[in-house]
């Protein structure tokens, strides 16, 4: 379940100098540093996120898009609302008004 985590293997990206905590043999420990010196520091916040809202034809914003349909039925007419999912573009990136911190965020923040 929760596929929202990193799938990267390798070094933690919070981690400040080491990986484990109190490795027993010294080497292991040079390789893990080593191992962090090639990668980025990343920071435990998030910017921005991606957008569940899509534009339509006519340029307006939305989650869903429904077209009113007449269908007629025995003689009866009735009207159904259709789903449109064809030429939808989604918004894309949109900046977060607060940062939130990551899934991957390796500390617990209130214990209970």
Sequence with gaps: MGGSGSKVKGAWPFAG?????????EGQEDQSL???KGTRKATPFIFTRRSSL???E???LAREFYE????T???RKRSKLK???????PQGIVKLNHPRIHVD???ILCEV
């Design 17 to 25: 100098s080491g990986a484990g905590g109190d490795s027993g043999s």
């Design 54 to 56: 899509y534009y339509d």
């Design 68 to 71: 009113e349909t007449l269908v």
């Design 83 to 89: 789903r449109i999912q064809k030429n939808l573009i």
């Design 73 to 75: 039925k025995n003689g």
């Design 105 to 107: 965020f390796p500390v």
């Design 58 to 60: 006519d340029g307006d």
């Design 34 to 36: 080593t191992r962090l």
